[in-house]
């Protein structure tokens, strides 16, 4: 059976999402309360309430002057690397524009909490940041436009002991490379 590629583009697009979407990382581990960050941190110290339906905001990243999604971090639940439903919004609007600008690269770096031992977090790392070059590839962005850093625990956003402060550091940033 013929079918036209666009059909079969779309088709595969489709349940390649469905499928990522259905995929989660298996632990032995319990998983605890799946908690929203109560602050949202990015990279350029922009804030937005993505998460709740909205899109991000953009700001300017380069003396080009061309605008990219201010919120730049996208947060997992504990020992988790699949994309919570909460930070589809915000990684759509990377996807769009990425799409409308493919001469730009990003570097996915990944993060996990203090938990666990400093070689497993930085696994777990790594699979945060495959799993969103994983989403922006199922969308058509090329996988030579995205490399992949894994901190582990090492670079946390907040120092506390907290749940509170576990979930700013299990993360994924987006760092447009060429940013000033």
């Known amino acids: 059976m013929y079918l036209k590629p666009s059909f079969s583009k779309n088709l595969l697009l489709a349940s390649l999402a469905l499928h990522l979407g259905a995929c989660s990382s298996v632990s032995d581990k ?6 929203t960050p109560t602050a949202m941190e990015s990279t350029n110290n922009a804030t937005s309430g993505v998460g709740d339906g909205q899109t991000a905001p953009s700001l300017p990243i380069n003396a080009a002057g061309l605008d990219a999604p201010a919120q730049k971090v996208l ?9 919570r439903a909460d930070q589809r919004a915000v ?15 990003v ?34 962005i090329a996988a030579s436009r ?4 894994s901190y ?26 060429g940013e000033g």
């Open 75 to 83: 947060y997992f639940d504990f020992d988790r690397s699949d994309i």
């Open 107 to 140: 570097r996915l770096e990944g993060h996990a909490d203090e938990r666990g031992s400093r070689e497993y977090n930085l696994a777990l790392g790594e699979r945060r940041a495959q799993a969103v070059q994983r989403y922006l590839s199922i969308a058509g």
């Open 91 to 105: 990684i759509d609007a990377h996807m769009r524009y990425l799409q409308a600008h493919p001469e730009m690269k």
């Open 30 to 35: 319990p998983s605890d309360a799946t908690q």
């Open 152 to 177: 582990g625990e090492e670079h946390p956003l907040e120092a506390g002991h907290s749940e509170s402060s576990w979930g700013l550091n299990r993360r994924v940033e987006i760092v447009y490379l």
């Open 146 to 149: 995205m490399t992949l850093l």
